[in-house]
């Protein structure tokens, strides 16, 4: 077999592989909610749902460096600016995510102008005073918000054409939400805010010398990764029909931030896999520990920093490149006669979004 | 007037509370960069040491002691076993460890001591003085005089004593203390060890205002942070002039703003740290940090 | 590059079909209404899921972790009542409970999967006990549609209560509302001119709690003349009962949790200039809570009760609490049988047993009809004269109470037990 040979095949494989996988993975998702139990599908809901935050979460704490801890209550404006239209005004569901996602952005902008003198910790500090300010602020505007006995919303209904159940629309809707997201997060990365945050990140100094204009980009992934938890608070508003101050605790904003980072930090997979964790790790904690789930939930985060400093994704990406090494050094002492094919001589490739080389700092400020 | 006062007095003794686990912040910070969120849950745990010791029969003023060695031991193990292995990561990790301490080890106190409040014995004296006709609770003096030792003791620790130049060294420049030989994990188990003491003093003197159980130190932690941020994550004069502060500026702004009220008292003191913060990115005394390209 | 992409798309499409087929290989689990049972006979087509003539499963959620764990341990009592029960007793009605405890951390969302855990894989015959109003208030919907009782929640909101369109759902404590009535009774005989200050904490249940207050003193000369909240996150409330202080009032109403309900008693202790007469709620009523400030700085302390505190030695030599200690010790020796929410587990557990007895068919829909219709039900774990009464128009089990006064080193029972809906009338929305 030529190299020529080889390389057209390989082409031409990839040419249907591509959309083929696509499809696949399309069809697997909406295939999901007709095979799984509800109560399955609920819990795929949720690790979209917070993915979704995550995402957002991720472009600012993963690629630009800077550390939140007050995205829960990001989040709760935008499960309440939701939940509030529902209550008071009767709107329908759709309208409540473009103007969860806008105040949301707006507010996160607002806070993106003192981040822009902060830095690390200080930054996260501030943003941890927004998260214990929220529940007290909510509790206090009652005739608005139901005060601390929250508000029950109507959930969106399945149009009757569609013949699904209420769990399989949340999920249709969940998902939808999610992939757009994940295309916009992606989108911008690759635009010239993704270069300019990178820039940031790693000199920021640097960055600014080259003239990237940092107040504006900084002020701006503040407000994007804010709109997308408040776009996340939205959906949970939608999926769990209640909203009260005390379910958007600092404890939320904390899980958050360590879902991401237990997922991986600046990487694709790495919110996805964080929403993951955060909603089934708790239920194997109760397994094991049914008297105190909070004994294992807390050594299962050390044991995956321990074994993933980089998160899980990160531990993913590793074992991937050893299998890779494994089955090309396999394949090298096989072939050795033959020359290699310009195919393997491209090297191993790089993933899309460069692995976390320097990590956002908590440290001094 | 005297009412005003005592409201001062109030903010005061919980501003006193705040500077003490705000102080075993700092110390963590200054020696290792990171933020420690099981900070006031080992403070915690190691008030349940002393009530344990207290509750099988040892006088309170030999429990002390035996339950500062014992969380020296415990900082200096925490930083040896959970820490040291992730030292080359991204702080972040390290960060999340705490977070993952912090749910471990509230969690372990309520199986092991339940979640019933628990009985401690307060050193001080009960009652209060009259002074100007204000009354200032003893255990209040108290906890004020202790803090004040505690800050001379760690005055003299890092100026006076060689171990403190070496670890002044350790905060200062990280990097040339290990090229100039100094041995770094030394340096950090110290570091832990220390603010797991001055923690576990704070848990100790807190207890008989705040009582003992496992949740304990989770709310005066997020006042801790701010009295920390306020005064300046690396200066422990800092930490305690913000909890005072911090402590002050909320009693007061319940008291006597009307449209503040008990509710929303804690939005005050965080607007003063993000006023502070505008004007001073470091904190009122924390140091610039100078960059080099 | 080329061959990346190859691979890449081949590895995605390969986890594809992997997903579609793990999914196929669960399609059962979808559907789940075609294993739904239901009855013969009299009680023809009604549901039977989780109940058999030999055994009933049940589910309860409750914060095993997190901020509110402390009430965690309500389900080691119930469990402990179900296993004896089952140990000693041949079950309940002949069937064996399995009780399956869920930990939603107090977060409504994980409430809401827990409960349709518990409903469509572990197929409960009922959802007893749901711990919140925040929980409960997201899964009541849920439970409503799917038709599963949802009896005897561990809260004291009234709208349980109030609410007319979730008649599956059912609560038991007496509602806040019903509580502040005792006090208010108790302060319009004792102190007709009272000024009140009022600490409470605020959400769902010190807001119930003190709105149902200043409802019942309305028309009388009682006066709220302070009231100070503080969050549960709060590191101590001094603060505020230093405020408090400022008002004179001459009673002080103390609603708080377990360790705010000592850190006030000890500051009214300790502040010299102002005796009020303290008046500290239910939930923090327990001897435990007391000890810890000394008893000698509670002399005179006023509550309302309405089981019996396992803390208090006058219940030493009381039958039931014999039994609850023994089984305690027998089937949960790590628990403290003298936390007093262990006892509410208990009584909450012996309650839904007279429940399930009056049941007149072995059903869903019979069980939603016993707990609608308890007539003058006496649960030993509960006060004398206090018993569960639900009705067509009455859908608060427990609104009777009974003062008690803190003496020497226990609480002593005075006056007589009050049916607050007697005296006020029903509680409304």
């Given at each position: 077999?030529?190299?020529?040979e080889?390389?057209?095949h390989?082409?031409?494989?990839?040419?249907?592989?591509?959309p083929?996988?696509?499809?696949?993975?399309?069809?697997?998702?909406?295939?999901?909610?007709?095979?799984?139990?509800?109560?399955?599908?609920?819990?795929?809901?949720?690790?979209?749902l917070?993915?979704?935050?995550?995402?957002?979460?991720?472009l600012?704490?993963?690629?630009?460096?800077?550390?939140?801890?007050?995205?829960?209550?990001?989040?709760a404006?935008?499960?309440?600016?939701?939940?509030?239209?529902?209550?008071?005004?009767?709107?329908?569901?759709?309208?409540?995510?473009p103007?969860?996602?806008?105040?949301?952005?707006?507010?996160?902008l607002?806070?993106?102008?003192?981040?822009?003198?902060l830095?690390?910790?200080?930054?996260?500090?501030?943003?941890?005073?927004?998260?214990?300010?929220?529940?007290?602020?909510?509790?206090?505007?009652?005739?608005?918000?139901?005060?601390?006995?929250?508000l029950?919303?109507?959930?969106p209904q399945?149009?009757?054409?569609?013949?699904?159940?209420e769990?399989?629309?949340?999920?249709?809707?969940?998902?939808?939400?999610a992939?757009?997201?994940?295309?916009?997060?992606?989108?911008?990365l690759?635009?010239?805010?993704?270069?300019?945050?990178?820039a940031?990140?790693?000199?920021?100094?640097?960055?600014?010398?080259?003239?990237?204009?940092?107040?504006?980009?900084?002020?701006l992934?503040?407000?994007?990764?804010?709109?997308?938890?408040?776009?996340?608070?939205?959906?949970?508003?939608?999926?769990?029909?209640f909203?009260?101050?005390?379910?958007?605790?600092?404890?939320?904003?904390?899980?958050?931030?360590?879902?991401l980072?237990?997922?991986?930090?600046a990487?694709?997979?790495?919110?996805?896999?964080?929403?993951?964790?955060?909603?089934y790790?708790p239920?194997?904690?109760?397994d094991?520990?049914?008297?105190?789930?909070?004994?294992?939930?807390?050594?299962?985060?050390?044991?995956?920093?321990?074994?993933?400093?980089?998160?899980?994704?990160?531990?993913?990406?590793?074992?991937?490149?050893?299998?890779?090494?494994?089955?090309?050094?396999?394949?090298?002492?096989?072939?050795?006669?033959?020359?290699?094919s310009?195919?393997?001589?491209?090297?191993?490739?790089?993933?899309?979004?460069?692995?976390?080389?320097?990590?956002?700092?908590?440290g001094?400020? | 007037?005297?009412?005003?006062?005592q409201?001062?007095?109030?903010?005061?003794?919980?501003g006193?509370?705040?500077?003490?686990l705000?102080l075993?912040?700092?110390?963590?910070?200054?020696?290792?960069?990171?933020v420690?969120?099981?900070?006031?849950?080992?403070?915690?745990?190691?008030?349940?040491?002393?009530?344990?010791?207290?509750?099988?029969?040892?006088?309170?003023?030999?429990?002390?002691?035996?339950t500062?060695?014992?969380?020296?031991?415990?900082?200096?193990?925490?930083?040896r076993?959970?820490i040291?292995?992730?030292?080359?990561?991204?702080?972040?990790?390290?960060?999340?460890?705490t977070?993952?301490?912090?749910?471990?080890?509230?969690?372990?106190?309520?199986?092991?001591?339940?979640?019933?409040?628990?009985?401690?014995?307060?050193?001080?004296?009960?009652?209060?003085?009259?002074?100007?006709?204000?009354?200032?609770g003893?255990?209040?003096?108290?906890?004020?005089?202790?803090?004040?030792?505690?800050?001379?003791?760690?005055?003299?620790?890092?100026?006076h004593?060689r171990?403190?130049?070496?670890?002044?060294?350790?905060?200062?420049?990280?990097?040339?203390?290990?090229?100039?030989?100094?041995r770094?994990?030394?340096?950090?188990?110290?570091?832990?060890?220390?603010?797991?003491?001055?923690?576990?003093?704070?848990?100790?003197?807190?207890?008989?205002?705040?009582?003992?159980?496992?949740?304990?130190m989770?709310?005066?932690?997020?006042?801790?942070?701010?009295?920390?941020t306020?005064g300046?994550?690396?200066?422990?004069?800092?930490?305690?002039?913000?909890?005072?502060?911090?402590g002050?500026?909320?009693?007061?702004?319940g008291?006597?703003?009307?449209?503040?009220?008990?509710?929303?008292?804690?939005?005050?003191?965080?607007?003063?740290?993000?006023?502070?913060?505008l004007?001073r990115?470091?904190?009122?005394?924390?140091?610039?940090?100078?960059?080099?390209? | 590059?080329?061959?990346?992409?190859?691979?890449?798309?081949?590895?995605?499409?390969a986890?594809?079909?992997?997903?579609?087929?793990?999914?196929?290989a669960?399609?059962?689990?979808?559907?789940?209404?075609?294993?739904?049972?239901?009855?013969?006979?009299?009680?023809?087509?009604?549901?039977?899921?989780?109940?058999?003539?030999?055994?009933?499963?049940l589910?309860?959620?409750?914060?095993m972790s997190?901020?509110?764990?402390?009430?965690?341990?309500?389900?080691?009592?119930?469990?402990?009542?179900?296993?004896?029960v089952?140990?000693?007793?041949g079950?309940?009605?002949?069937?064996?409970?399995?009780?399956?405890?869920?930990?939603?951390?107090?977060?409504?969302?994980?409430?809401?999967e827990?409960?349709?855990?518990?409903?469509e894989?572990?197929?409960?015959?009922?959802?007893?006990?749901?711990?919140?109003?925040?929980?409960?208030?997201?899964?009541?919907?849920?439970?409503?549609?799917?038709?599963?009782?949802?009896?005897?929640?561990?809260?004291?909101?009234s709208?349980?209560?109030?609410?007319?369109?979730?008649?599956?759902?059912?609560?038991?404590q007496?509602?806040?509302?019903?509580?502040?009535?005792?006090?208010?009774?108790?302060?319009?005989?004792?102190?007709?001119?009272?000024k009140?200050?009022?600490?409470?904490?605020?959400?769902?249940?010190?807001?119930?709690?003190?709105?149902g207050?200043?409802?019942?003193?309305?028309?009388?000369?009682?006066?709220?003349?302070?009231?100070?909240?503080?969050e549960?996150?709060?590191?101590?409330?001094?603060?505020?009962?230093?405020?408090?202080?400022?008002?004179?009032?001459?009673?002080?109403?103390?609603?708080?949790?377990?360790?705010?309900?000592?850190?006030?008693?000890?500051?009214?202790?300790?502040?010299?200039?102002?005796?009020?007469?303290?008046?500290?709620?239910?939930?923090?009523a327990?001897?435990?809570?007391?000890?810890?400030?000394?008893?000698?700085?509670?002399?005179?302390?006023?509550?309302?009760?309405?089981f019996?505190?396992?803390?208090?030695?006058?219940?030493?030599?009381?039958?039931?609490?014999?039994?609850?200690?023994?089984a305690?010790?027998?089937?949960?020796?790590?628990?403290?049988?003298?936390?007093?929410?262990?006892?509410?587990?208990?009584?909450v557990?012996?309650?839904l047993?007279?429940?399930?007895?009056?049941?007149?068919?072995?059903?869903?829909?019979?069980?939603?009809?016993?707990?609608?219709?308890?007539?003058?039900?006496?649960?030993?774990?509960?006060?004398p004269?206090?018993?569960?009464?639900?009705?067509?128009?009455?859908?608060?089990?427990?609104?009777?109470m009974?003062?008690v006064?803190?003496q020497?080193?226990?609480?002593?029972?005075?006056?007589?037990?009050?049916?607050?809906?007697q005296?006020?009338?029903p509680?409304?929305?």
């Open positions: 077999m030529s190299t020529g080889l390389t057209m390989a082409s031409r494989t990839a040419r249907w592989a591509r083929l996988a696509a499809l696949v993975i399309t069809a697997a998702l909406i295939a999901t909610p007709y095979y799984f139990a509800p109560f399955r599908v609920f819990q795929l809901t949720m690790v979209l917070y993915a979704v935050v995550l995402a957002g979460l991720n600012l704490v993963g690629y630009g460096g800077q550390i939140s801890l007050g995205h829960g209550a990001f989040f404006v935008g499960a309440y600016t939701a939940a509030v239209m529902l209550d008071r005004f009767t709107t329908g569901h759709l309208a409540t995510l103007v969860a996602a806008a105040g949301c952005f707006l507010l996160g607002g806070f993106g102008v003192p981040a822009l003198r830095r690390g910790l200080y930054l996260a500090l501030v943003t941890l005073a927004f998260a214990v300010f929220l529940p007290p602020l909510l509790k206090r505007f009652e005739h608005v918000t139901g005060g601390s006995m929250g029950t919303v109507p959930k399945p149009p009757s054409w569609t013949g699904l159940a769990d399989q629309w949340l999920y249709f809707l969940t998902l939808t939400v992939a757009v997201t994940l295309l916009v997060v992606r989108n911008l690759r635009s010239r805010v993704g270069r300019a945050l990178l940031i990140r790693e000199n920021e100094s640097a960055a600014e010398v080259m003239g990237v204009r940092l107040s504006f980009h900084k002020a992934a503040f407000a994007w990764s804010a709109m997308f938890a408040g776009v996340a608070g939205c959906l949970y508003t939608w999926v769990i029909g909203v009260s101050p005390d379910s958007f605790s600092l404890n939320l904003s904390i899980t958050l931030l360590a879902g980072v237990v997922g991986g930090l990487s694709v997979y790495g919110p996805l896999l964080g929403a993951a964790f955060v909603m790790v239920n194997l904690a109760q094991i520990s049914p008297a105190a789930p909070g004994v294992v939930f807390g050594l299962l985060i050390i044991a995956v920093m321990y074994l993933a400093p980089t998160g899980l994704a990160g531990l993913a990406a590793r074992a991937r490149q050893g299998v890779r090494r494994c089955v090309e050094h396999l394949r090298h002492t096989r072939r050795r006669p033959e020359p290699a310009p195919a393997e001589q491209t090297g191993p490739p790089q993933p899309e979004p460069q692995p976390l080389t320097a990590p956002p700092t908590i001094k400020g | 007037m005297s009412e005003f006062l409201q001062v007095v109030e903010g005061v003794g919980a006193s509370i705040y500077a003490s705000a075993a912040l700092v110390l963590i910070h200054r020696f290792t960069g990171i420690n969120f099981a900070q006031g849950e080992l403070a915690m745990i190691s008030t349940y040491v002393a009530w344990q010791l207290v509750a099988s029969g040892m006088p309170f003023w030999l429990a002390l002691p035996v500062l060695a014992i969380s020296f031991a415990g900082g200096m193990l925490i930083e076993l959970l040291r292995p992730v030292e080359g990561a991204p702080e972040l990790t390290i960060v999340i460890v977070v993952g301490l912090f749910i471990f080890v509230n969690a372990a106190a309520g199986l092991i001591w339940s979640f019933t409040v628990k009985d401690f014995p307060q050193p001080f004296p009960e009652g209060s003085v009259a002074l100007a006709g204000v009354d200032i003893w255990s209040t003096l108290g906890v004020i005089g202790v803090v004040a030792v505690v800050m001379g003791l760690l005055y003299l620790l890092f100026q004593t171990t403190g130049l070496v670890m002044r060294a350790v905060a200062a420049n990280p990097a040339s203390a290990r090229l100039s030989g100094i770094m994990g030394r340096v950090l188990m110290l570091g832990w060890g220390l603010a797991a003491t001055v923690g576990a003093l704070s848990g100790v003197l807190v207890a008989p205002l705040l009582f003992l159980e496992p949740n304990m989770g709310g005066a932690l997020i006042y801790a942070f701010a009295a920390a306020l300046g994550f690396d200066s422990p004069v800092g930490a305690v002039a913000g909890g005072l502060v911090v002050v500026a909320e009693t007061l702004a008291a006597y703003v009307g449209f503040v009220g008990a509710d929303l008292k804690i939005g005050v003191p965080l607007l003063i740290i993000l006023v502070v913060l004007v990115p470091q904190g009122l005394f924390g140091r610039a940090a100078v960059e080099r390209a | 590059m080329i061959r990346m992409r190859h691979t890449t798309a081949l590895r995605a499409a986890a594809g079909i992997a997903a579609l087929l793990t999914a196929t669960c399609s059962s689990q979808r559907g789940q209404d075609d294993s739904a049972a239901s009855a013969d006979g009299a009680c023809k087509g009604q549901q039977t899921t989780g109940i058999t003539d030999k055994s009933i499963k589910g309860g959620i409750y914060p997190g901020p509110a764990s402390a009430y965690g341990t309500i389900s080691n009592g119930v469990s402990t009542y179900f296993k004896y089952n140990a000693e007793k079950g309940i009605g002949g069937r064996k409970v399995e009780f399956v405890v869920r930990d939603d951390g107090y977060q409504p969302p994980k409430a809401v827990e409960a349709r855990r518990l409903v894989r572990e197929k409960v015959f009922a959802v007893f006990q749901t711990l919140g109003t925040p929980s409960t208030s997201a899964v009541w919907d849920y439970l409503n549609q799917q038709k599963v009782p949802q009896p005897f929640v561990a809260t004291g909101a709208k349980w209560g109030t609410d007319t369109e979730h008649p599956w759902t059912m609560g038991w007496p509602n806040y509302v019903a509580e502040s009535r005792m006090y208010a009774d108790y302060l319009k005989k004792e102190k007709p001119k009272a009140v200050a009022v600490l409470f904490q605020n959400d769902d249940f010190g807001k119930d709690l003190l709105g207050f200043k409802q019942a003193v309305k028309g009388s000369d009682i006066t709220v003349v302070a009231e100070e909240s503080y549960v996150t709060d590191p101590s409330v001094s603060a505020q009962m230093t405020s408090l202080a400022r008002s004179e009032a001459d009673v002080l109403l103390n609603i708080t949790t377990p360790k705010f309900g000592s850190q006030a008693l000890a500051a009214d202790a300790k502040n010299p200039r102002w005796n009020p007469l303290h008046i500290v709620n239910s939930v923090s327990s001897t435990s809570v007391l000890k810890p400030v000394g008893f000698k700085n509670v002399q005179g302390v006023v509550s309302a009760t309405y019996k505190d396992p803390a208090d030695p006058q219940w030493a030599d009381d039958a039931e609490m014999k039994t609850y200690r023994a305690m010790k027998k089937y949960a020796p790590d628990a403290d049988p003298s936390i007093q929410f262990n006892a509410y587990g208990w009584a557990a012996s309650s047993h007279k429940a399930l007895d009056a049941m007149e068919c072995p059903t869903r829909e019979g069980l939603r009809d016993a707990v609608q219709k308890l007539k003058d039900v006496k649960v030993d774990m509960l006060l004269g206090v018993a569960l009464n639900t009705g067509a128009n009455d859908r608060f089990p427990i609104e009777t009974q003062l006064r803190f020497g080193e226990r609480w002593v029972l005075f006056g007589e037990p009050l049916d607050t809906r005296k006020f009338g509680v409304t929305g």
